[in-house]
């Protein structure tokens, strides 16, 4: 090309190879990063199908009675999920019951109370906690926390509050207790740290109206605080209750393996993720491996909906504050 | 000088008193409740530090567990088995990841940008031991277990965790970047690779690391796809090989001490892992997010 | 109390002239700062204020932005404690006593000397519950129901809310939010009520319903508000203080310069800085 003197002074046409080269280069990142963003959604999709799959002949033999039938008889291939179920409602609310207030309160510790330096030190050290991964846990959980549960928890417990049937029984090494801590360790982490982002999102000018009526810091917690993020720390209990249910191998080491349905959580027992752990080896016939896998079924199930139903109370609370300002 | 003193005091009355009390009371209980966190985590870390430091040595690290009804032996094939099993998990995820990151970012209109999310949300709140079952189900029956099935189950937990972070660092990347890019002639693609990418490089970086301390501490996906192998080291992914969080878990099942000492070993080896990727990360992504929000 | 109203100024009337007799008279003092100098970290925000702050009457504290204005109205009832770094020297009395000294409460502080914000700022509650709420907490709870309506009342909001009473404050506008927070600081039967630049946030014709209440007000109550529109302060106040920003090498700070009867401010300011700032604005 060579250099004209033109009257119009106007840009260079780009080489036509170049423009062809821009054009396809634009569609193909498009396309490359969709077919991407795609797989995610078809992956999805296809852990549900699979599970459900293999899970059918012993959907299609046991029905819905599996849901409601007890036992787990490998020798006559009876199986049943309601201990199961029993156990990880058990477990899951009970670690609940505990992780809430615990969360709840770290997190207004870390958001309205703790020195100013300290605070992104704890706040860490406290995600920190999430960061150990849930065999090391479970080891611990087995080794150290079980025995003090055994031979120090669960006597006083039994001794001061045996009357409530939740501590009645004899105490145990490893059983539903040593679970219940275990997943509470686990949970408080992930609750107090979502807690702490939307205790710190609190408007300011909330805060300060409160305090200006002549209100103590707790009474601004509790009239303004909390009201404001209800939604948002129902969410945050609900994905912790999410990750309660679907933790296999820490609960798999420390729950003992147990059967039957007790209100005691001294006994030994076992959840839906904790009893698929248990038998990744052990299943011999095929209806037991597609019973092993409707558990899973029903785990993907509970789990799908506590999960979406916290993603969506979410959505709503991030809109209703946006509306709300 | 005359105050009336009950109309204008501003000591505390009986009542205020009781109402400092409640906020007294509340402000220690949460502190207590942090401490109890920070000294669980104290506990936990130094339960580990204590039985597992002991047991280290260079034996441990480059020895093959003993055979069959013995106890002792070093932890070679299964430190060179999560090697390989993360490492390949690593690969499969990253790439991926990041396209998902640029596409919600960069190409997505805002409702497909908010179903994908969606979508990642869903995938990381997924139990990890049913994503274990899905490969057992889709690789592993017909034709046996493999480090790369291991690999592929690993892979899909790290997946949303690097396209959830790979993207909240493309959304601190300045539009003023990408306007200038464009407003030069550059096309979209070269804007995205050349400007848009390396600038949310660290990002990127740190997100990934997190991802990998967290593959590498998983048990459950490994279980169904990965774990029944041969007691040697080997670098082949289409072996099955051992891991390390596979191996605490069948030693901590063990009855016998000395297998609780490998285990705890083990143990310690793993979080030393996990806590320096993790905390070096998190002190990586906090300089970086500094640099970028300026 | 005798000790203090020895030196005061009498009440003012806006048309009066300005060389109304100064004498002893039923005219109160509620606030008395002495060398009060409140700064952030190292650097003072404002810098040796001497003012005094009469009972019943509307006191308007105007200058330009960064002359620390809203920061003083903040020392008084120790709203700048929520910073970590403000730093309060000399003294605040309060019918006499010293609100930063030994023994005093900040929760009692602000219970006798209420707040009003710069943007409304209702509570996450129904707008009946936005009034009850002060009252539960410092338990005052006989006759809840008459209180929150005597509140809004007051506030020139009843009539407009009476019937939504249990709806979210959310739903109302902003000037009824604003109307809605002055309800709920007055419900608590407060002393003083400060405001900060309680009307910047609202519409014309809102803003002029928020005057005309102050007007209300100032038989119940000692007000005093932060305003940067000087239009406003000789609307509704009685006594005008001018603050302004002093440069120094290292910044600046808020300085008073000026304080009288609102006329006398804004007609003949004895000071240059006043006169600049007041002719270079308004009118």
Redesign the interface.
């Known amino acids: 090309m060579s250099a004209r003197v033109s009257a119009v002074p106007s840009t260079q046409p780009l080489p036509e190879r170049r423009r062809i080269g821009d054009r396809f280069g634009d569609l193909f990142l498009h396309g490359l990063t969709g077919a991407a963003a795609a797989a995610a959604a078809v992956l999805l999709g296809a852990i549900a199908w699979k599970i459900f799959q293999l899970a059918w002949p012993a959907i299609t033999k046991y029905g819905f009675a599996f849901v409601t039938r007890q036992g787990w008889d490998t020798v006559h291939n009876k199986f049943g999920a309601l201990d199961l179920i029993w156990g990880t409602a058990l477990t899951s609310f009970a670690a609940l019951l505990i992780a809430t207030p615990l969360s709840i309160a770290i997190g207004l510790y870390l958001s309205e109370l703790a020195p100013r330096g300290a605070r992104t030190v704890i706040a860490s050290l406290v995600e920190l906690l999430a960061a150990i991964p849930s065999v090391v846990l479970g080891l611990w959980g087995i080794l150290v926390l079980g025995p003090f549960v055994g031979q120090d928890l669960e006597p006083w417990l039994h001794r001061h509050l045996g009357f409530i049937p939740l501590f009645s029984g004899s105490p145990e090494n490893a059983g539903m207790l040593v679970a219940v801590l275990v997943l509470t360790i686990m949970i408080v982490p992930i609750t107090s740290s979502i807690c702490r982002e939307l205790f710190l999102g609190v408007p300011t000018e909330l805060e300060q109206g409160a305090l200006a009526l002549g209100a103590t810091r707790w009474e601004m917690v509790r009239g303004v605080i909390l009201p404001y993020t209800r939604s948002g720390v129902s969410a945050a209990i609900l994905l912790g209750f999410g990750r309660a249910v679907g933790e296999a191998i820490a609960v798999t080491q420390v729950i003992g393996a147990g059967h039957g349905i007790h209100w005691s959580l001294f006994v030994t027992g076992d959840t839906l993720a904790s009893k698929l752990a248990e038998q990744y080896q052990g299943a011999v016939s095929n209806i037991q491996i597609a019973s092993l896998v409707y558990l899973a079924a029903i785990l993907l199930v509970i789990s799908l909906l506590v999960n979406l139903t916290a993603l969506f109370i979410v959505r709503r609370f991030s809109h209703e504050r946006i509306g709300g300002s | ?4 003193a009950g ?7 009986r ?2 008193r009781r ?2 009390g ?2 007294v009371l ?2 220690a ?6 401490l ?3 000294a ?2 104290a506990l ?1 870390i130094i ?2 530090a204590r039985r597992g430091a002991s047991a280290l040595s260079w034996d441990f690290f480059t020895k093959n567990a003993a055979t069959f009804g013995q106890s002792g032996g070093g932890v070679a094939n299964a430190l060179v088995g999560s090697l390989v099993i993360v490492g390949l998990a690593t690969a499969m995820a990253v790439p ?1 990841g990041i ?2 990151a ?3 970012s ?3 209109p805002p409702r ?1 940008g908010d ?2 999310r ?6 990381n ?7 274990g ?2 490969v057992y ?2 690789l592993v029956i017909g034709s046996g277990q493999a480090a790369w099935k291991g690999s592929f189950a690993l892979a ?1 937990i790290m ?2 965790l690097v ?1 959830r972070a790979t993207q909240e660092v493309l959304a601190l990347v300045p539009s003023t970047l990408r306007e200038g890019a464009l407003a030069l ?1 550059a ?4 804007t ?2 050349g400007v848009v990418l390396p600038t949310s490089f660290g990002g990127i970086i740190t997100g990934t690391v997190l991802a990998v ?2 593959a ?5 996906p490994l ?2 796809t990965t ?2 192998a041969a007691n040697a080291v080997t670098w082949d992914p289409r072996q099955p090989v051992l891991s390390i ?1 596979y191996d ?2 069948v030693l ?2 063990s009855p016998d001490p000395a297998d ?1 000492a490998r ?2 070993a083990l ?1 310690f080896v ?2 030393c892992f ?2 320096v990727t ?2 070096s990360a ?1 002190l990586l992504l ?1 300089r970086y997010r500094k640099r970028l929000e300026g | 109390m005798e000790a203090d109203t020895m030196n005061v100024v009498a009440p003012i009337e806006i048309a009066q002239p300005r060389e109304a007799p100064r004498s002893a008279s039923d005219l109160e003092i509620v606030f008395e700062t002495r060398g009060l100098t409140v700064s952030y970290g190292k650097a003072p925000a404002v810098s040796d204020v001497d003012l005094s702050i009469y009972r019943n009457l509307v006191t308007a504290i105007i200058g330009p932005s960064g002359c620390g204005k809203s920061t003083f109205l903040r020392s008084l009832n120790r709203m700048n404690d929520l910073v970590p770094s403000a730093k309060v020297e000399g003294e605040v009395l309060y019918h006499g006593q010293n609100i930063y000294g030994d023994g005093v409460d900040p929760v009692e502080v602000r219970r006798r000397i209420g707040m009003v914000f710069q943007k409304p700022n209702p509570f996450p509650k129904s707008i009946y519950d936005n009034v009850a709420w002060g009252l539960r907490v410092l338990g005052m709870k006989d006759d809840l129901d008459s209180r929150v309506e005597r509140a809004l009342t007051q506030a020139a909001l009843w009539d407009e809310v009476k019937d939504r009473l249990k709806k979210s404050a959310f739903g109302l506008s902003g000037g009824q939010q604003q109307r809605l927070c002055i309800a709920r600081a007055i419900a608590v039967e407060p002393d003083v009520v400060l405001l900060d630049e309680p009307a910047s946030a609202l519409d014309p014709i809102a803003t002029s319903k928020i005057e005309d209440l102050m007007h209300e007000l100032k038989n119940e109550y000692t007000l005093v508000i932060v305003t940067h529109n000087m239009q406003q302060a000789a609307r509704v106040a009685d006594m005008t203080a001018f603050f302004t920003l002093e440069r120094t090498e290292s910044g600046g700070h808020g300085v008073l310069v000026e304080y009288d009867e609102t006329p006398k401010i804004f007609t003949q300011p004895a000071d240059k800085r006043t006169e600049g700032y007041v002719t270079g604005r308004f009118g």
Do not use: C
Not at chain 2, 125 to 131: A, D, E, Q, R, V
């Open positions: 000088m005359a105050v009336d109309r204008y005091s501003l000591t505390l009355s009542r205020t109402r400092k409640v906020n509340m402000q209980l949460a502190t207590l409740a942090a109890a966190a920070v669980v985590l936990v339960s580990v991926v396209l998902i640029l596409y919600v960069e190409f997505a497909v179903l994908v969606l979508v990642l949300d869903v995938l709140g997924l139990p990890s031991i049913i994503i079952i899905f189900g889709l899909i997946l949303p396209a002639g096309s979209r693609w070269r995205v690779l301390a967290r590498a501490g998983e048990t459950a279980l169904f774990s029944i969080p605490i878990f901590s099942e609780h285990a705890w143990g793993l979080i996990v806590l993790s905390l998190r906090v």
